[in-house]
């Protein structure tokens, strides 16, 4: 499997993930100029995208979905909640309505639908699975709640939210309201429960740890690596910024097989992911 993220930050998300000629996107969150120049520096090509999954309807995660699944004709996939939040009017035959714990397969990838805390209508995070490898994409977390716990320990790779630092947030320039909303339990996780989570949950099949979704007013990359880099000396850390994608990466390059396919086990909320 391949993965990236194209884009990440509260000025736009967008997630890659691919297995062969199988991939997917999470979010569109940034003009679809800026998502074909961002792939055609990773050499990947906007028509080998088979379905966009959509967490929520806050502009940062749709800002482009409207053009760029036009464009391509790609399905989209997203709660009803969401959709109605989104006040977007995309061609019927494109929009596909889904629980937010639902199992949708996309050739060879499963894509589970991952209920969250946050002040959205009907939000989902989503794990993209191959039967092998299970890659959560774990952003605009209220709170780390028990879907967060569970996605956590049945990753080999994690993009996890770390969206701002607590000093740095009640120290800053935000409206009192706006850092209420931040930590309130429906907005964000900062660097020190993301931690703190990861901690707790993480499992030796963890091999790949992409931190994402950073403030741009309350955070910084140097401080979320100086947090998290002492404790990731097993796994591969990065950190995704706001300003460029990251690399593309290949799970073959983690040092792990991940060859003998395995079966899926439930949840109490979600039929969740691939259990080696």
């Given at each position: 499997?391949?993965?990236?993220?194209?884009a990440?930050g509260?000025?736009?998300?967008?997630?890659?993930?691919?297995?062969?000629?199988?991939?997917v996107?999470?979010?569109?969150?940034?003009?679809?100029?800026?998502?074909?120049?961002?792939?055609?520096n990773l050499g990947?090509?906007?028509?080998?995208v088979?379905?966009?999954?959509?967490?929520?309807?806050?502009?940062?995660?749709i800002?482009?979905?409207?053009?760029?699944c036009?464009?391509y004709?790609?399905?989209?996939?997203?709660?009803?909640?969401?959709?109605?939040?989104?006040?977007?009017h995309?061609?019927?035959?494109?929009?596909?309505?889904?629980?937010?714990?639902?199992?949708?397969?996309?050739?060879?990838?499963?894509?589970?639908?991952?209920?969250?805390?946050?002040?959205?209508?009907?939000?989902?995070?989503?794990?993209?699975?191959?039967?092998?490898?299970?890659?959560g994409?774990l952003?605009?977390?209220?709170?780390?709640?028990?879907?967060?716990?569970?996605?956590?320990?049945h990753?080999?790779?994690?993009?996890?939210?770390?969206n701002?630092?607590?000093?740095?947030?009640e120290?800053?320039?935000?409206?009192?309201f706006l850092?209420?909303?931040?930590?309130s339990?429906w907005?964000?996780?900062s660097?020190?429960?993301?931690?703190?989570?990861?901690?707790?949950?993480?499992?030796?099949?963890?091999?790949?740890?992409?931190?994402?979704?950073?403030?741009?007013?309350?955070?910084?990359?140097?401080?979320?690596?100086?947090?998290f880099?002492?404790?990731?000396?097993t796994?591969k850390?990065?950190?995704?910024?706001?300003?460029?994608?990251?690399?593309?990466f290949?799970?073959?390059?983690?040092?792990?097989?991940?060859?003998?396919?395995s079966?899926?086990?439930?949840?109490?909320?979600?039929?969740?992911?691939?259990?080696?």
């Amino acid at each position: 499997m391949k993965y990236c993220a194209i884009a990440s930050g509260s000025n736009g998300n967008c997630y890659y993930i691919a297995d062969g000629e199988d991939a997917v996107l999470v979010d569109v969150g940034i003009n679809t100029k800026h998502v074909e120049l961002r792939m055609a520096n990773l050499g990947i090509s906007p028509t080998s995208v088979k379905a966009i999954f959509i967490t929520h309807e806050h502009t940062d995660h749709i800002r482009g979905l409207s053009v760029f699944c036009k464009r391509y004709q790609i399905p989209v996939y997203t709660t009803a909640g969401t959709y109605q939040g989104s006040r977007l009017h995309l061609p019927n035959h494109l929009v596909n309505i889904i629980l937010p714990n639902a199992k949708i397969q996309v050739g060879r990838l499963s894509v589970y639908g991952i209920p969250k805390y946050h002040d959205a209508k009907e939000p989902c995070s989503f794990v993209v699975s191959n039967g092998a490898v299970n890659i959560g994409v774990l952003t605009d977390l209220g709170r780390a709640c028990a879907n967060v716990q569970h996605v956590i320990q049945h990753a080999d790779v994690l993009v996890l939210e770390a969206n701002y630092d607590e000093d740095m947030l009640e120290q800053g320039r935000y409206s009192f309201f706006l850092k209420n909303r931040i930590r309130s339990g429906w907005g964000h996780i900062s660097n020190r429960v993301s931690l703190e989570t990861f901690l707790e949950y993480r499992t030796d099949r963890l091999r790949h740890l992409i931190l994402s979704h950073l403030s741009g007013e309350n955070n910084s990359v140097d401080l979320v690596h100086g947090t998290f880099a002492p404790h990731c000396n097993t796994i591969k850390l990065s950190i995704a910024t706001r300003y460029q994608e990251t690399e593309l990466f290949d799970i073959r390059d983690l040092g792990e097989p991940y060859l003998k396919e395995s079966a899926c086990v439930p949840t109490e909320t979600n039929r969740i992911v691939a259990d080696r």
